[in-house]
């Protein structure tokens, strides 16, 4: 069975500090993982995607995530937090590229 | 590109009325999908359909949700006898294909008195 897991349902960083949220994903197969992100009362807007070929994939805002499949996690990272990425993230994880399952979120605060 | 479409964005109803929530997806997007999305929680897949055909629908919560793209371009999801419980937000998206990033609407918020 597909599942995600976020550890860690809030993070707080300070301003130009590494961000990292983490996403552990359970999988009977090599799966398609997303990270979105997902502003107050708006919909979910894709940061990165992996498929397949290389395990770093970056995505927008300087955002970027490394499959492992020895520990079944797609993390994501930026180096330097901006006060604008304060907001819902939400990993999410599929088999077969039909139906998506996304984990519970991290709500990401960046304190001046 | 005028991205997904979602009205009502907000709908209040008394509980045991039935309520309709329309998507017009990104026009050249064949897959189109439908969450529930509780406070606190990640979206919920539902249901999705590949042009007009809904090819997953065992997700639905109960049979008083439906959903349908008659066209293969809009769609409509609809739950009859409203119940406290299905306060949430439902979201559409819209995909090119089976394993390409799903685009967000900004969903239509229910509130059931």
């Known amino acids: 069975a597909q599942s995600v897991t976020q550890l860690g349902s809030h993070v707080s960083v300070s301003e130009g500090a590494l961000v990292l949220l983490r996403c552990n994903y359970s999988?009977?197969?090599?799966?398609?993982l997303f990270w979105y992100v997902q502003y107050p009362n708006q919909g979910l807007q894709l940061l990165l995607k992996?498929?397949?070929?290389?395990?770093l994939v970056k995505g927008i805002n300087g955002f970027e995530a490394e499959f492992k499949k020895s520990e079944t996690s797609f993390h994501l990272t930026k180096p330097s937090a901006h006060m604008s990425d304060a907001a819902e993230y939400f990993c999410a994880v599929s088999e077969t590229g039909n139906q998506f399952y996304f984990g519970t979120g991290t709500s990401l605060t960046v304190i001046p | 590109d005028t991205g997904v479409s979602q009205d009502p964005r907000h709908k209040i109803t008394k509980r045991g009325q039935n309520v309709t929530f329309r998507c017009d997806p990104i026009?050249?997007?064949?897959?189109l999908y439908w969450y529930r999305q509780t406070l606190g929680q990640g979206p919920e897949f539902l249901t999705y359909f590949q042009n007009e055909a809904q090819l997953e629908k065992s997700r639905l919560l109960s049979d008083r949700f439906s959903a349908e793209r008659p066209k293969g371009s809009f769609s409509t999801l609809e739950i009859q006898r409203t119940e406290q419980g299905d306060s949430a937000m439902y979201l559409c998206?819209?995909?090119?294909?089976?394993?390409?990033?799903?685009?967000f609407g900004d969903g239509t918020r229910l509130s059931i008195l």
């Open positions: 992996y498929t397949t070929g290389a395990t």
């Open positions: 026009s050249e997007h064949n897959r």
């Open positions: 998206a819209s995909s090119l294909a089976y394993n390409q990033p799903q685009h």
């Open positions: 999988s009977s197969v090599p799966p398609y």
